[in-house]
């Protein structure tokens, strides 16, 4: 988009909180998600998972499954369709055609737990997973690799043979290294000559996962016509498509895929997973068949944010200017190539202007679950590095890190880590709100009666937000509503947020604009709900859309009055005609007369965006540590967020809170647990310890807003950046409280409990002058 | 998950009937919060899921002179929702309103809790320290064992095959009496013990001395340990600051953790002393009827 527009001050919809168009179905429980849907004659498939990590298939029968009573199909990696080992785009970026199918079933070697060999479909869900549990596999288990050192180690067990790794450029085989990057400018040797204070540290980072609260689930339907059917719980059902064709080696065409209401997502419900699993298992019985995961199954075998090593270096002149930053960044990828390394380089320096900075990433395959995408993936991961080194920094000189960091802001024109040339930005304007705000103007009390220690921490953090393909229809109802047809799933009130840009434009009520999330059939193609691109992107097609209507609607306006349609003025949902101030007709008044002036109006916005608005957050947060026990209270969070324009501001400061929320989860408790063996010790919820309302005081948001010119109404992605900062404001927090600087996530009890000791241990130590 | 007969018996002779025909491949049905859960994750294959809820004693909840009789199926809110029980039982009262939440509360039973035996449940320790016995109804007849001597090992008890809990009994406390239980979870609810210590004490009549005490610990060991030495060694001592740091000091020596996901072993003795002492004066303020 070449476009540039102007922020306007006055709006009658956007700003506004109007009920969200889905909130009496999901309420009420209606609203229709993938586990409930129940198809005639639909049937229930189970998957078996390699209870290994790292192994070789030696042997598989499953013979005693086939004879099982009420079985229907059984279906191992033979019925895939021949993969090669070759690069293919399957929608986010080209992967290794054989290792997506492996990924899905494997076909000779396993490389993560959990990952599928075999299937079954039966006239019920027991059946189906009583028939599972005889199929018969043999295994010769290999040594598992879950770490990036060991996986980088001489010697190291070579998870892919048919790896070829990408090292600066040059080719690598025998490798556990997918991939290693640099970003270089400047002259970092001689910007740390000029630093007086100069702080490195390596961080290490568990996996976490999204812990979206409704499992996987896909239910397949593929006819005698080899039209495939798939309906599921997904952020873009148009990438389901591709990767669907892709996978099974169909048409794009062939595939009909509908999304059904999705209970969260984060990015982990981009990748398929039971789809391609179901499509072949109704392929075989040709009955729909249905598949939804077990929780243990979705940590086990669905991907989290990759964990990994992090180190930083950062040298600060005299006066607190930072001269130089160098950092390297190995993230675990999972059991086949493909972490968010490359995002968490676009984003680690991103709050600042650093003359001389090199990134080094590295993607790195362990045997663990496939990394996924996961709200501002690498972001959490590089700001947790980042920040933590910042704030030691302003220790050492004793600046305050607000200062500190308004000093060496990036701005407009500022080059990212990365080499991309920041426009528009806001970090500044955030900054001074946090400072304005009432938490960083109070005092923490530190003084408790108990013995616990409390400590203040302020983070920055940024995402980049995408843009892409959007398309959406609008439909003008004689009613006086409007249709509204978007391909964006609705994962955290979007249906709002959109249709609002379009009553906007139209003068209508918000509530007057209908929307609804189509099938890959009922609208144009649709990127993903990711990358904070929705309310963006899908919001510019329905404004474009919008604008169109208006057109139509005063060419009909003009058909009555026998105007010229350039004669048709519409302000405040009024059109009106110039040369005759008798003529007015509103919205719905004009929407009844349809019939009569042409049929139908029915028009249609299409996007596709280059860019989206990045945008930046500052997170505060105070802490209380039971100094007897490690346990960490969140005493008060405080989240200023640069978001462009607020369409709908209680959406987004849920945003806000939710990504703060899960970030909490990450810094305090979360984290794969795994066994030397390569399980994942905590697969459930009751050890896998998300926080509840219980843990969380109430989150405090300041909205900021500088307007994107990028977007009619000023827009920027909101959904990820709050993730960013929390692990390295709560890290922050703790050092203030304890005086000992944590440098792996989680800070669970006990190993603050370990950072304490060791602190006393080391001032028992130190020689008495 | 594998097809099982419900069986729905009205009294503790067709329960026990019931059990007997089915052996180990039945198993008793209180609040199924544990039974629900663990036969959907494949834990057992059962051929029979015995209901006891429609059995009216142990869905009643007696309080008299000789103390209080719960069934064992009786949901724990109803256990602190009495109030005359929740005044005179405190430790049973902590460890009810803490399991799992409101929604849980309403079906988990304490007898659940026990007989599920895991080395971490919250009610176990609890109930030791509160003198607590279950009366087990079985083919032979009904039989009395102490809390302290009912788990074997985790999810192991002294349960033989056709047997049940039918009651759990407490006799009356006296009224220089005071519990208490706590555990340490690294959230601050719907999370399981990384250790739980309960403890009570009686005390004389001025409140200056312990007659008798008890310590339980929860999740340092295969079962739910009753910290005999450091419970004898309080006996006649003066309940101040340092009978307390000596008897947490102690308690902690009982401990045999192991490390786990939820914690080293290192933290989890720790944490038996830290719990201990906070345990122990909670138990005293209570008994001096703070
Ligand atoms: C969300 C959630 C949170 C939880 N939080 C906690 C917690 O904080 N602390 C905690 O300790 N536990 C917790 N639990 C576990 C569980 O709720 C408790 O152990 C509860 O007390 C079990 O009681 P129940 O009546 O539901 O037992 P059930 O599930 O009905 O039975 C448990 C076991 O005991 C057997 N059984 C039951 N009654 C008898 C009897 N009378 N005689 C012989 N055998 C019997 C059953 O066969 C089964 O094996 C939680 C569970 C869930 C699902």
Redesign the pocket.
């Known amino acids: 988009m070449v476009a540039t527009f102007e922020p306007k001050k006055t709006y009658k919809v956007i700003g506004t909180r109007p009920i969200r168009h889905d909130g009496y179905d999901k309420v009420t429980g209606r609203a229709l998600y993938g586990a409930d849907l129940k198809l005639p004659g639909q049937v229930w498939g189970a998957v078996l998972r390699s209870p290994y990590a790292h192994a070789n298939i030696t042997r598989m029968d499953t013979s005693e499954a086939e004879k099982y009573p009420g079985v229907l199909a059984v279906v191992t990696a033979k019925d895939m369709p021949k993969a090669e080992s070759k690069m293919v785009d399957l929608g986010e970026g080209t992967v290794n055609e054989k290792h997506e199918v492996d990924r899905i079933m494997a076909s000779d070697k396993i490389v993560f737990r959990g990952q599928p060999v075999a299937a079954v479909a039966a006239v019920d869900r027991n059946t189906a997973e009583e028939a599972v549990k005889l199929i018969r596999v043999e295994y010769q288990p290999l040594q598992p690799v879950l770490t990036v050192e060991e996986a980088m180690a001489k010697g190291a067990p070579i998870i892919l043979p048919d790896l070829v790794g990408d090292d600066l450029g040059e080719k690598v085989k025998k490798t556990n290294m997918a991939k290693h990057f640099r970003h270089e400018f400047g002259d970092v040797e001689k910007g740390f000559s000029q630093a007086k204070h100069i702080v490195e540290r390596t961080f290490k980072m568990s996996m976490t996962h999204q812990g979206y609260i409704e499992p996987h689930n896909a239910v397949a339907m593929w006819d005698e016509d080899n039209r495939l059917r798939i309906w599921t719980g997904t952020q873009g059902a148009f990438a389901v498509r591709k990767q669907m064709a892709g996978i099974l080696k169909l048409d794009e065409s062939r595939v009909k895929v509908t999304p059904m209401e999705i209970g969260g997502g984060f990015g982990g419900k981009i990748p398929v997973y039971l789809e391609p699993i179901a499509a072949l298992l109704s392929k075989k019985c040709r009955r729909p068949v249905k598949l939804v995961m077990e929780r243990k199954a979705v940590f086990e075998s669905t991907g989290p944010a990759p964990g990994g090593t992090l180190r930083v270096k950062v040298g600060v002149d005299a006066s607190g200017k930072i001269t130089a930053a160098a950092s390297d960044m190995k993230l675990e990828a999972g059991g086949f190539p493909g972490s968010a390394v490359g995002a968490a380089a676009m984003c680690i320096y991103s709050p600042y202007n650093i003359p001389n900075t090199t990134i080094d990433g590295w993607d790195i395959v362990v045997n663990k679950p496939k990394s996924a995408p996961y709200r501002a993936p690498g972001a959490p991961q590089a700001h947790f590095a980042m920040e933590s080194v910042i704030d030691e920094l302003c220790e050492k000189g004793g600046w305050d890190p607000i200062d500190f960091r308004l000093k060496n802001s990036a701005k407009e024109g500022t080059r990212r880590g990365d080499g991309v040339k920041f426009g528009s930005i806001g970090n500044v304007d955030v900054l001074k709100a946090a400072s304005r705000s009432p938490h960083w103007k109070s005092v923490l009390n530190k003084d408790t009666t108990d013995g616990k220690k409390r400590g203040r921490g302020i983070a920055s953090g940024y995402w980049f937000n995408i843009g892409l393909k959007s398309a959406v229809t609008l439909s003008a109802n004689n009613d006086g509503t409007v249709s509204l047809v978007e391909g964006s799933t609705d994962i955290g009130g979007s249906r709002a947020s959109i249709a609002m840009q379009a009553a906007e434009v139209l003068g209508i009520p918000a509530l007057d604009v209908r929307p609804t999330v189509a099938d890959t059939e009922g609208v144009a193609y649709n990127d993903v709900t990711g990358g904070s691109r929705t309310t963006y992107a899908t919001g510019f097609a329905a404004y474009e859309a919008a604008i169109k209507m208006v057109e139509e609607l005063k060419a009909r306006a003009a058909r009555i009055w026998n105007q010229d349609p350039s004669d048709i003025l519409f302000k405040d949902g009024v059109f009106s005609a110039k040369k005759d101030s008798e003529l007015r007709l509103n919205f719905k008044e004009l929407s009844k007369k349809l019939g009569e002036t042409g049929g139908p109006v029915t028009v249609t916005g299409s996007v596709d965006l280059s860019t989206g608005g990045g945008a930046y957050g500052a997170h505060i947060v105070d802490v209380e540590v039971d100094t007897e026990t490690g346990k960490v209270e969140i005493l008060r969070y405080t989240i200023v967020q640069d978001v462009g324009k607020a369409i709908h501001p209680s959406y987004v400061e849920g945003q806000m809170q939710g990504g703060v929320v899960q970030g909490i989860g990450w810094a305090l408790n979360e984290e794969y647990f795994m066994t030397k063996e390569g399980t994942m010790a905590n697969s459930s919820f ?1 050890d896998y310890r998300m926080p509840t309302t219980l843990d969380l005081p109430k989150i405090e948001t300041v909205i900021v807003e500088v307007f994107n010119p990028g977007h009619p109404f000023g827009v920027r992605g909101v959904g990820e950046v709050p993730i960013a900062p929390p692990i390295a404001a709560i890290g922050n927090a703790l050092h203030d409280a304890l005086g000992v600087r944590l440098v792996e996530t989680p800070f669970k009890p006990g190993r603050i409990m370990e950072a304490l000791e060791a602190q006393s241990k080391a001032a028992a130590v130190k020689p008495k002058r | 998950m594998h097809p099982f007969a419900y069986v729905e018996p009205k009294t503790v002779k067709e329960a026990v009937a019931a059990l007997s025909k089915y052996g180990d491949k039945a ?12 036969t959907r994750a494949g834990r ?1 294959n059962l051929d029979a ?2 209901n ?1 809820k429609k059995i009216p004693e ?1 869905m009643s909840v007696k309080l008299d002179a000789n103390g209080l009789e719960v069934g ?2 009786v ?2 809110y109803r256990v602190y929702e009495d109030p005359k029980v929740s005044a005179a039982f405190p430790g049973l009262i902590d ?1 009810a309103s ?4 409101i ?3 309403s ?12 080395p ?5 320790c609890p109930m030791i320290v509160h003198n607590g016995v279950a009366v ?1 109804a079985g083919p032979k007849g009904t039989r009395k064992v102490a809390i302290e001597e009912f788990c074997t090992g985790p ?1 192991k ?1 002294a ?1 033989a095959a056709g ?4 009651t759990l009994q407490f006799p009356k406390p006296s009224p220089t009496f005071g519990a208490a239980y706590e ?1 340490f ?1 690294p959230r601050n ?5 990384v250790v ?1 210590v309960a403890s009570s004490v009686t005390l004389d009549a001025a409140g200056k001395t312990i007659k008798n005490a008890r310590i339980a610990l ?1 999740a340092v060991g295969p079962i739910p340990i009753y910290a005999v030495a450091a419970s004898e060694w309080l006996k006649g001592k003066p309940a101040n600051e340092a009978s307390i740091a000596q008897a947490a000091a102690m308690a902690k020596a009982a401990a045999r953790p192991i490390t786990d996901m939820r914690g080293t072993i290192e933290q989890r003795k720790h944490l038996v002393e830290v719990l201990a002492r906070r345990t122990l004066t909670k138990a005293i303020e209570r008994a001096r009827g703070k």
């Open positions: 009751l | 198993r008793p049905l209180a609040g199924g919060t544990d039974l629900l859960v663990q057992f899921v015995v006891l142990l064992a199926a949901p724990c460890a803490l399991i799992g939440g929604q849980i509360q079906r988990a039973s304490m007898g659940g809790n026990l007989c599920n035996s895991s971490s449940a919250d009610a176990t087990i999810g008890n349960l047997e049940f809990v039918v555990r979870i609810e719907m999370d399981i013990a739980g929860a």
